[in-house]
Structures are given as C-alpha cells and as structure tokens.
C-alpha cells in the first residue's frame, strides 16, 4: 500500500507512522480519518483548525512535503511513508519564523482563528514566489478565507516577510 506506513491493519482500523514537525509518531486510526483529526484529536497539536470542512475556508492548512494541502479533506490513508507534514507548531518554536514576525508586526489577526491556515500559506506562498505582487498574493491566498476581512494587512504582512526573507 502506498500510504503512511502501516504496522498492523485489523478491521477498520490501522496503525501508521507518521512524520509530523520532524517527530515520529505512531498511531491507529481508520484509513478515511482526516488529517485534521489525527493532528488535532490524537496527536494533541491544536494550533490546525477546523473550519468548514470541506477544504473550501483554509483554517486547517497543513504541509506536505512543504506544499500547503487542506488537512480536513486529506485522508491519512493518502499520506506516503516518507511524508514530511509540518503544522503551524512546526514552522518555529519561539513564534521566530520571519512570516510569524511579519503577522505580529502588522498586527495582522483580528480574531485570529483563521491564521495559522493563513500563515501556513504564507510561507508556502514565499517559499515558491519569493518576491511576489499584489496579484501574485491575492491568487495564491484566494482559497485562505478571513471572516474578518484582515486581507490588506495579510497582504503586507506579506509583503514585509519576503522583505525580511530577501534581508537575510
């Protein structure tokens, strides 16, 4: 099978092993579980959000082998052994990441739910367009929903961070 590694699969349930934020973790869970789940409910990382569930808002934005996937529609069963998933606990550990310094210095959440998803897509934004334009950031963080509308500040939040980025 080309999922996670599986150990042992008895009925519906599985145990896989995954890589996630560079720790190896060993669980069981049945192979439609979302990654959300897993993340949220079995691993204890509360930082990756539950919002609409159906990949639509971007609260629960992930990384999979450094690319931003939704974690609510992403199986467990759809992750590859060699996998490398980082959550937004996984990004820094001291909030130091230059896109979490660009967040807090344009004071950017408001109430801060959708954020991590936002960051998280963010980084990947910054890491496939290191300089990019309004336009460049409007299309990539489209799918990034802010119910409380912070988009201008996100923009140059991101726009500080590729800044910080090209400083470094």
Do not use: F
């Amino acid at each position: 099978m080309a999922s996670a590694e599986i150990i042992i699969q008895t009925d519906n349930m599985a145990k896989y092993a995954l890589n996630i934020n560079g720790n190896k973790v060993q669980l069981e869970a049945e192979p439609d579980t979302p990654m959300l789940w897993v993340i949220r409910d079995m691993v204890g990382l509360k930082g990756t959000k539950y919002g609409c569930g159906m990949a639509l808002c971007g609260a629960c934005t992930i990384h999979v082998n450094g690319q931003p996937v939704r974690s609510c529609s992403t199986t467990i069963d759809s992750i590859k052994k060699n996998d490398q998933i980082t959550t937004i606990e996984g990004i820094s550990e001291n909030l130091d990441h230059i896109v979490q310094q660009a967040w807090i210095e344009e004071q950017v959440p408001q109430c801060g739910y959708c954020q991590s998803g936002q960051i998280m897509s963010a980084v990947a934004l910054l890491k496939a367009i290191p300089n990019p334009t309004d336009d460049d950031i409007d299309t990539y963080m489209t799918g990034n929903i802010c119910r409380c509308g912070t988009y201008n500040r996100i923009r140059k939040a991101i726009h500080r961070a590729a800044a910080m980025q090209k400083g470094k």
